[in-house]
Nanobody
Framework: VQLQASGGGLVQAGGSLRLSCVGSGSIRSIRGMGWYRQAPGKQRELVATITVGGATNYADSVKGRFTISRDNAKNTVYLQMNSLRPEDTALYYC???????????????WGQGTLVTVSS
């Protein structure tokens, strides 16, 4: 099972980016999915999460600017980021709670991270 994140890049303040994260491999089902980020010299922090039913949760710092969504049929989670600020600069990691076909139960999986840089 793998998570592959993409969509990061360099953008000016006020701009937008859309991150995607696709799960692949022997996946039976996925429960929660989400995005975390880690800025240089700081701890990893939650950005947004979404349940299989579509319930969402956001960090206060991104509410009203970021939108998380998912396509269950494609094992994919998205993060639409609008009105980006320099303080949003970080490595963004996707996360999913996955039940693989070869093991019982659910396990946490992480993508490799995609870099978002916002210039002022």
């Amino acid at each position: 099972v793998q998570l592959q994140a993409s969509g990061g890049g360099l953008v000016q303040a006020g701009g937008s980016l859309r991150l995607s994260c696709v799960g692949s491999g022997s996946i039976r089902s996925i429960r929660g999915m989400g995005w975390y980020r880690q800025a240089p010299g700081k701890q990893r922090e939650l950005v947004a999460t979404i349940t299989v039913g579509g319930a969402t949760n956001y960090a206060d710092s991104v509410k009203g600017r970021f939108t998380i969504s998912r396509d269950n049929a494609k094992n994919t989670v998205y993060l639409q980021m609008n009105s980006l600020r320099p303080e949003d600069t970080a490595l963004y990691y996707c996360y999913a709670n996955i039940s693989p076909t070869i093991l019982p139960g659910y396990y946490d999986y992480w993508g490799q991270g995609t870099l978002v840089t916002v210039s002022s």
